[in-house]
């Protein structure tokens, strides 16, 4: 199972919104064959270890990580896909809480006289699989706020500088969460601010996969020569409005190639809440949030983000006026406070980076 682990992480970048799946079939204590979920749309983890058989596989075991569809979907029923390959026994890391599948795979493969055992490193594929996990249960979209701030707690100093506050080795890390996740959030004001591209750019000769991009934009004041709105790239850019922007500017942002989304609104900003449900229902399943104080603010507030990642440099700039990881106008109380708990800390150089899920 732990083998099947690792091939399951291989697929991270590729087959989002589908799980992470990886699958090891073993013979006469033997592993015979291996495979994973590499693509959206393409063969699972259990048809891609079939494939790579080298010898026949019939009375032998199976690993697989997450429990075998048995639905047709943008592919065959694995579960089927089993029994016609005369698996003698499937062990499973989790079931699969999908509603299409929940329960069902293990039913067809009991019924077929395949002996099931279930529930094996389930935590660290739950841990693994935790975008895929909220994203089936709740149709809204995981969300990783990322910020990188100075010892002293800021972003940039008190002239908006913040090229760069965390080392070169972190920055390559976060180009990697850029591929893990489908999406890449940011404000209008950053926009304004730093004109950035927000591409995946990995190390080596990996291969990445841009994210879609959203600007939150309420009043829809993005320039229009913004980088983000005239990439060229396969991944879209997506700027979300209020009822109230300017309907000619919407216009120009779509005649550029871009999707625009009209939001409800509270306080006169671009309700987050109805914005990630919006996304959610475009199939958008997890959002790497880069904002600025102000966005990561309303997001906190809003309760949308589930994860932080904090990268904390040992740098001290000071300045009543530079800016902090979130803004806005603050919680009154110290009890009130938002909360992180399963806390990971990760030295990378001579950077830390603090991992940990939100508490509400």
Not at 6 to 31: Q, S
Request: neutral net charge; hydrophobic residues 40%; contains cysteine.
């Amino acid at each position: 199972m732990q083998l099947a682990y690792n091939l399951a992480k291989k697929g991270c970048g590729g087959v989002n919104p589908n799980p992470l799946v990886g699958a090891v079939i073993v013979k006469d204590n033997k592993v015979i064959s291996e495979g994973y979920h590499e693509i959206y749309g393409g063969p699972h983890a259990e048809v891609n270890a079939f494939r790579s058989a080298k010898e026949p596989v019939e009375g032998a075991t199976m690993y697989v990580t997450l429990e075998p569809c048995s639905h047709y979907g943008k592919t065959p029923p694995c579960a089927q896909a089993i029994v016609d390959n005369k698996i003698a026994r499937v062990v499973i890391g989790m079931l699969d809480p999908n509603p299409l599948v929940s329960g069902r795979g293990v039913k067809l493969l009991q019924e077929h006289g395949i002996e099931v055992e279930s529930d094996f490193l389930s935590a660290e594929l739950a841990q693994m699989n935790r975008v895929f996990l909220k994203f089936i249960q709740t149709k809204t979209p995981y969300m990783v706020m990322k910020t990188a701030m100075t010892l002293d707690g800021k972003i940039a100093s008190y002239t908006g500088d913040s090229r760069w506050v965390s080392n070169e080795l972190s920055r390559a890390k976060v180009h990697e969460l850029r591929n893990e996740l489908i999406a890449i959030m940011v404000g209008v004001d950053t926009v304004i601010a730093d004109n950035p591209i927000l591409t995946t750019r990995l190390t080596g000769d990996k291969k990445g996969r841009n994210p879609i991009r959203i600007v939150v934009d309420s009043k829809a004041r993005i320039p229009l020569d913004s980088k983000i709105l005239n990439t060229g790239t396969k991944a879209k850019t997506i700027v979300a409005v209020t009822p109230d922007a300017d309907q000619s500017k919407i216009n120009e942002i779509k005649a550029l190639g871009n999707e625009v989304v009209i939001v409800g609104e509270k306080n006169g900003r671009v309700d987050l809440n109805l914005l990630v449900q919006a996304l959610g229902e475009k199939g958008i399943d997890g959002i790497l949030l880069e904002g600025g104080a102000t966005l990561n603010y309303a997001a906190l507030e809003s309760q949308v983000v589930d994860e932080v990642h904090a990268y904390i440099a040992p740098k001290i700039i000071g300045g009543y006026e530079a800016k902090t990881p979130v803004g806005g106008k603050g919680i009154e109380k110290m009890k009130d406070a938002v909360n992180l708990q399963n806390i990971h800390f990760e030295n990378i150089a001579d950077d830390i980076l603090v991992i940990g899920e939100v508490v509400y």
